[in-house]
């Protein structure tokens, strides 16, 4: 990661909805707008991989669990006729389903093929990783110390690959309540935590344990640690910090946790624009300086409305700590039926599979979409 902090300062600020703008110095100052933010490289494909089975697919297309968490993105897929299911069971035989990125557990991903349908695992690459690392290890007769959230869907899918072999811990108390494992003893862990409530229970597992395998490098994802860097960078900065993303999803929280551990003496988590704070005048209760960023899962467009309602005097200034270029192609049966279907061409395909398959690296998911609309 580069220590390199990039930054641009917008010419004029945002206006308020009704076209005015705030003055004297009560209301919002100024914005600093953490890059990266909001959608990883794993978001990114599951929710072009799904708009591509939306255009591909008669309706409905099931996903097993929310496609990423967060409702804007589920809603806008519900509108274009998608089921998100919680049992694959649910699903009519022979429907399409895609599997969502957190990854599933293998009992799932069986139960789906077996219902004869066409199956898409849009399971982030980062979290096989973890699956490989945990049955890898279990194969070889460890017992894994796994850091991750209780009944979050990427602990429940990872645990499940190897069930009898992993210990599920998040707190430093939980490592000191495991048994002495008589075998070899491996650590890994969730991919979006932060890595502050990481190192604290990995050290206790280190010291615990001292003869404890951990891979090369830690399970954290780029995307998570970028996040909250930037995100380190801004909260000092701050009177205010405002996170989007969605209640239940984990890494937005741990860049809620994180900015109220930088000091930050506000820090607000909110869905979007309309659950921020509003004086009776209609503006936004928040002063001074106001940080903004947006978990994994939040569209930039939720970014963009709380942007136009802090409505800052001095504009939005960017403040970069490194560039994210990751690129994560969708699942290769997709591609492959995806290609099949441009070849036929003329099938009444709207944007953005009427592009050619080679640009699915050039179309953002935010495009993707607003391309359902
Ligand atoms: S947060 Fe990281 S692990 Fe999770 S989907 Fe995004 S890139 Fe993958």
Same mark, same amino acid.
């Given at each position: 990661?580069?220590?390199?902090?990039?930054?641009?300062?917008?010419?004029?600020?945002? %206006?308020?909805?009704?076209?005015?703008?705030?003055?004297?110095?009560?209301?919002?100052?100024?914005?600093?707008?953490?890059?990266?933010?909001?959608?990883?490289?794993?978001?990114?494909?599951?929710?072009?991989?799904?708009?591509?089975?939306?255009?591909?697919?008669?309706?409905?297309?099931?996903?097993?669990?929310?496609?990423?968490?967060?409702?804007?993105?589920?809603?806008?897929?519900?509108?274009?006729?998608?089921?998100?299911?919680?049992?694959? %069971?649910?699903?009519?035989?022979?429907?399409?389903?895609?599997?969502?990125?957190?990854?599933?557990?293998?009992?799932?991903?069986?139960?789906?093929?077996?219902?004869?349908?066409?199956? !898409?695992?849009?399971?982030?690459?980062?979290?096989?990783?973890?699956?490989?690392?945990?049955?890898?290890?279990?194969?070889?007769?460890?017992?894994?110390?796994?850091?991750?959230?209780?009944?979050?869907?990427?602990?429940?899918? %990872?645990?499940?690959?190897?069930?009898?072999?992993?210990?599920?811990?998040?707190?430093?108390?939980?490592?000191?309540?495991?048994?002495?494992?008589?075998?070899?003893?491996?650590?890994?862990?969730?991919?979006?935590?932060?890595?502050?409530?990481?190192?604290?229970?990995?050290?206790?597992?280190?010291?615990?344990?001292?003869?404890?395998?951990?891979?090369?490098?830690?399970?954290?994802?780029?995307?998570?640690?970028?996040?909250?860097?930037?995100?380190?960078?801004?909260?000092?900065?701050?009177?205010?910090?405002?996170?989007?993303?969605?209640?239940?999803?984990?890494?937005?929280?741990?860049?809620?946790?994180?900015?109220?551990?930088?000091?930050?003496?506000?820090?607000?988590?909110?869905?979007?624009?309309?659950?921020?704070?509003?004086?009776?005048?209609?503006?936004?209760?928040?002063?001074?300086?106001?940080?903004?960023?947006?978990?994994?899962?939040?569209?930039?467009?939720? !970014?963009?409305?709380?942007?136009?309602?802090?409505?800052?005097?001095?504009?939005?200034?960017?403040?970069?700590?490194?560039?994210?270029?990751?690129?994560?192609?969708?699942?290769?049966?997709?591609?492959?039926?995806?290609?099949?279907?441009?070849?036929?061409?003329?099938?009444?395909?709207?944007?953005?599979?009427?592009?050619?398959?080679?640009?699915?690296?050039?179309?953002?998911?935010?495009?993707?979409?607003?391309?359902?609309?």
């Amino acid at each position: 990661m580069s220590d390199d902090v990039g930054r641009h300062r917008t010419s004029s600020g945002p %206006t308020r909805a009704d076209g005015s703008r705030p003055t004297g110095s009560e209301g919002v100052d100024l914005v600093l707008l953490a890059e990266p933010r909001g959608f990883c490289a794993g978001v990114e494909m599951a929710i072009k991989a799904l708009t591509w089975m939306v255009r591909a697919f008669e309706p409905p297309v099931y996903c097993y669990h929310e496609i990423v968490h967060n409702q804007v993105v589920v809603r806008r897929f519900e509108e274009q006729g998608v089921v998100f299911v919680d049992d694959v %069971t649910e699903v009519p035989e022979g429907r399409p389903i895609m599997l969502s990125a957190h990854g599933s557990a293998p009992e799932v991903v069986a139960a789906a093929r077996e219902r004869g349908s066409f199956v !898409v695992d849009a399971v982030c690459p980062l979290v096989t990783k973890v699956h490989h690392e945990v049955r890898s290890r279990a194969d070889k007769g460890y017992s894994i110390v796994y850091i991750g959230h209780e009944g979050h869907e990427e602990a429940v899918g %990872t645990m499940a690959v190897a069930p009898a072999a992993v210990h599920r811990v998040e707190s430093v108390e939980e490592v000191g309540a495991l048994p002495a494992f008589a075998e070899p003893v491996a650590l890994l862990a969730q991919t979006t935590l932060s890595h502050r409530e990481w190192a604290e229970v990995a050290d206790a597992a280190r010291e615990r344990f001292p003869d404890i395998w951990t891979p090369g490098r830690s399970d954290l994802c780029f995307a998570t640690t970028n996040r909250q860097a930037a995100l380190v960078e801004l909260a000092p900065r701050c009177d205010a910090v405002v996170v989007v993303g969605s209640a239940n999803s984990s890494n937005t929280l741990a860049l809620e946790r994180l900015a109220v551990e930088s000091g930050c003496p506000t820090v607000l988590r909110i869905n979007g624009a309309d659950e921020l704070p509003r004086r009776s005048d209609g503006s936004v209760a928040l002063d001074g300086t106001v940080g903004v960023t947006a978990g994994a899962s939040a569209p930039e467009e939720l !970014v963009d409305e709380v942007l136009q309602a802090l409505a800052p005097r001095r504009g939005v200034e960017l403040l970069r700590v490194t560039d994210e270029d990751e690129y994560f192609p969708p699942p290769r049966n997709l591609r492959e039926l995806v290609t099949a279907i441009g070849r036929f061409g003329g099938l009444g395909l709207g944007a953005p599979v009427a592009a050619a398959w080679s640009g699915d690296r050039a179309v953002d998911a935010s495009a993707a979409l607003a391309a359902l609309d």
